[in-house]
């Protein structure tokens, strides 16, 4: 299963990879704040905010 962590930043890139390596859309889910801060984006070390699978 594809899970990707994306700042806001690079949610529209994260959103086009996950679309493009799954053929289906993505589902894109706000991370809560509690584990916001240990999470960072999975394109740069910005915390992420957003969860897509």
Do not use: W
């Amino acid at each position: 299963m594809l899970l990707i962590f994306t700042c806001i930043e690079h949610s529209d890139r994260a959103l086009d990879d996950a679309l493009e390596k799954t053929g289906e859309p993505p589902n894109m889910e706000k991370i809560s704040d509690e584990s916001n801060k240990s999470t960072s984006c999975s394109y740069c070390k910005n915390q992420a905010v957003y969860k897509i699978k």
